[in-house]
């Protein structure tokens, strides 16, 4: 598969998109490519370099149709799964937030042990001897 890399720095008509799927899923060059043109009707030549990598990828599209695709690519599928697509993120900003965990009301319950000491659970199963007829 061919991939080709990013620039360090996009070019200012340019505007890079993140893309939900990557290698793992078999998305190629091809794919991008071709979901681009004919479901957001942009030209070959607005779309530069594409950056598979293996659960997303990264593709740049010249400024001016940057808005056409993420209106017309939000319900798309990519290899027969959903994908998304949303503009990628400033290296600056540094990494992901954190997700979010489950909120604690601080009256909870300790969890327990899924087996407690001495409860059928936890004991070993006792080997079968085969009877004799």
């Known amino acids: 598969m061919k991939v080709i890399p990013l620039d360090a ?7 890079q998109l993140w893309l939900s799927q990557g290698s793992k899923l078999g998305l190629g060059p091809g794919d991008i490519v071709g979901a681009l043109t004919k479901e957001a009707d942009v030209p070959g030549s607005a779309i530069g370099a594409i950056d598979i990598r293996s659960n997303h990828a990264l593709v740049e599209v010249e400024r001016d149709y940057a808005d056409q695709v993420l209106l017309r690519m939000s319900e ?9 697509l949303r503009p ?3 290296p600056a900003e540094g990494p ?17 042990r899924t087996t407690r000491p001495g409860s059928k ?6 080997s079968r001897s085969r009877r004799k007829r």
């Open 9 to 15: 720095a996009a070019s200012p008509e340019t505007v």
């Open 121 to 126: 659970a936890a004991k070993a199963p006792k």
């Open 96 to 112: 992901p937030a954190a997700p979010k965990s489950r909120p604690t009301t601080g009256h909870e319950a300790p969890r327990r």
């Open 76 to 84: 798309t599928r990519l290899r027969g799964r959903p994908a998304s």
């Open 88 to 90: 990628a993120r400033d």
